[in-house]
Every structure is written in structure tokens, then in C-alpha cells.
């Protein structure tokens, strides 16, 4: 009966892993506003440095939002405790 119960429980885990799509930026259909387009324009002005910083940060906002996002569906309780469960069963390294 246990067994029946993990092996009910594995494949809720899985589909939660893998059936499940959040919602992801790329998926969207690729359109630029003129005002992003200004913004790379006037982003291609400064000197390397400087646009690795601002490629950084620009990067650390969508990164906040994707995360944002995959936390906000209903979803990701299943998916986080199924990540959890598989750190928890996988072995310990020294």
C-alpha cells in the first residue's frame, strides 16, 4: 500500500516536473516596442564595460520576474516539493 502510495506520489512529482509549463518570456510572441528599440540603441553608446554592467542588471530583472512568475502558479508547490524530495533521497557528498 505504501509503495502504491510513492509510486502515486513519483509520478505526480514527475508531471509536476515536466508537463507542467510556466509561463516563460520566450514563449511570447517576439515583438519590440519603439521604445525598447530607443533603449537598445542608446544602450549600444556607452563604452564595453558599461554595457556589461547594464546587460547584468537588465538580466537580474528578468531573472526576478521569470521566478516571480514561476512562483505565482499553482503549479510550483508541486514542483518545488518534488525538487526538495529529490534532494532529500539523493546521496550526500562529503
Known sequence: MVSL?????????HNALYDVSPIV??????????RLKAFVER????????QERLITEI????DDAEWH???ADPASDAVLDALIA???????RP
Open 59 to 62: 538580466e537580474d530583472a528578468l
Open 5 to 13: 502510495h510513492l509510486a502515486k506520489r513519483r509520478k505526480t512529482c
Open 43 to 50: 544602450a549600444e553608446q556607452p563604452p564595453p564595460d558599461q
Open 25 to 34: 518570456f520566450w514563449e511570447r510572441p517576439t515583438m519590440m516596442i519603439d
Open 86 to 92: 529529490q534532494v532529500v533521497q539523493s546521496p550526500k
Open 69 to 71: 512568475a514561476l512562483l
